[in-house]
């Protein structure tokens, strides 16, 4: 009895080995969402080349939660607008649930800093707009905003006019617009760099619900630090121009963070030490030789230079 019972055991054992194998290869041979290949592009300025990004690789789940941070001019709006369709690189393929992206398309919606709304157009009549230009019928349209509108919390201004909201509002009267697309991705270029600590702090709590709530797969670009650890899944550091993937943190944090959480910082610490290298290499480009010696700013460099202030250059 005891061995029959030790047998039927491990066939069962055995069973759920395969079973675990035969997942994990289902998982593994799952597209990505979003698959970025060898992406370079570069511009022409002053009769001068610009190389802007260099053989970027990166994928994202479906449902993932990606921001690539970086300094000033290391790419990341470039990157984003290349996924969008808006810009074309020089070369290498960007790929969305197995298809390559050839232009713009209502499968990926661009949430841009400025919520560009339609000053002409009440609160639900922006949010409908896309759907109309679809050919949604009225009923439907009203229903979808409706819905989006509740997400974000707007119902009630659901008859105001632009000039009528707050800077905060507006952006979430963006992204209910964009979600009523119902589109595969969401494309943030941060939306809410414009904003006051507080309302990004609200906006913070808004989109990791909407999240949560709709599991989109989200790129965002951010300058700050602690806005991606508290939105992302996944951080990817852009190096300095050319922009190329330096590193990428998976942050394995609850949700929903607060900005102003332990955790929170503690990760935005460790992102930091990996950027201030490429904020240094933007200072001492942006900064002229003079201004090490005379400017009343603490030079940022590792090593400060050594300068013969009393015998002249």
């Known amino acids: 009895?005891?061995?029959?019972?030790?047998?039927?055991?491990?066939?069962?054992?055995?069973?759920?080995?395969?079973?675990?194998?035969?997942?994990?290869?289902?998982?593994?041979?799952?597209?990505?969402?979003?698959?970025?290949?060898?992406?370079?592009?570069?511009?022409?300025?002053?009769?001068?080349?610009?190389?802007?990004?260099?053989?970027?690789?990166?994928?994202?789940?479906?449902?993932e939660f990606v921001c690539i941070v970086?300094?000033?001019g290391c790419g990341k709006t470039t990157l984003l607008n290349i996924v969008a369709g808006?810009?074309?690189?020089?070369?290498?393929?960007?790929w969305i649930s197995g298809h390559k992206i050839n232009g713009a398309g209502p499968d990926r919606v661009v949430i841009f800093q400025e919520a560009a709304l339609f000053p002409w157009l009440n609160v639900i009549k922006n949010v409908e707009f896309g759907l109309k230009q679809k050919g949604v019928n009225g009923s439907q349209r009203?229903?979808?905003?409706l819905e989006y509108l509740k997400m974000v919390h707007l119902t009630k201004f659901q008859h105001a006019h632009v000039?009528?909201?707050?800077?905060?509002?507006?952006?979430?009267?963006?992204?209910?617009?964009?979600l009523a697309m119902n589109p595969e991705m969401l494309l943030m270029d941060e939306p809410f760099s414009a904003l006051d600590a507080q309302t990004r702090w609200i906006l913070h709590f808004e989109l990791q619900n909407i999240w949560l709530k709709t599991k989109k797969t989200i790129l965002f670009v951010t300058h700050n630090i602690r806005e991606a650890v508290c939105l992302a899944d996944r951080i990817v550091i852009l190096s300095t121009s050319p922009g190329r993937i330096k590193k990428e943190f998976t942050v394995?944090?609850?949700?929903?963070?607060?900005?102003?959480?332990?955790?929170?910082?503690?990760?935005?610490?460790?992102?930091?030490?990996?950027?201030?290298?490429?904020?240094?290499?933007?200072?001492?480009?942006?900064?002229?030789?003079?201004?090490?010696?005379e400017c009343d700013i603490k030079c940022?460099?590792?090593?400060?230079?050594?300068?013969?202030?009393?015998g002249g250059i």
């Open 142 to 145: 009203r229903n979808t905003a």
């Open 163 to 178: 000039h009528e909201l707050s800077g905060g509002m507006k952006q979430r009267v963006a992204i209910a617009r964009a």
């Open 300 to 310: 940022t460099t590792e090593v400060p230079a050594k300068t013969d202030v009393g």
């Open 252 to 293: 394995e944090l609850p949700r929903p963070r607060d900005d102003n959480d332990v955790n929170v910082a503690e990760y935005s610490t460790r992102i930091m030490k990996e950027l201030k290298a490429e904020i240094n290499k933007v200072v001492k480009c942006e900064m002229d030789a003079d201004s090490c010696v």
């Open 70 to 72: 970086g300094p000033s």
């Open 1 to 63: 009895m005891l061995e029959s019972v030790e047998i039927e055991n491990t066939i069962d054992i055995d069973q759920i080995k395969v079973e675990s194998r035969q997942l994990a290869n289902k998982l593994n041979d799952v597209q990505p969402k979003l698959r970025i290949q060898n992406i370079s592009k570069s511009f022409q300025s002053n009769n001068r080349g610009f190389s802007a990004l260099e053989d970027i690789n990166l994928e994202a789940r479906e449902g």
């Open 86 to 94: 808006l810009e074309k690189a020089d070369s290498g393929e960007v």
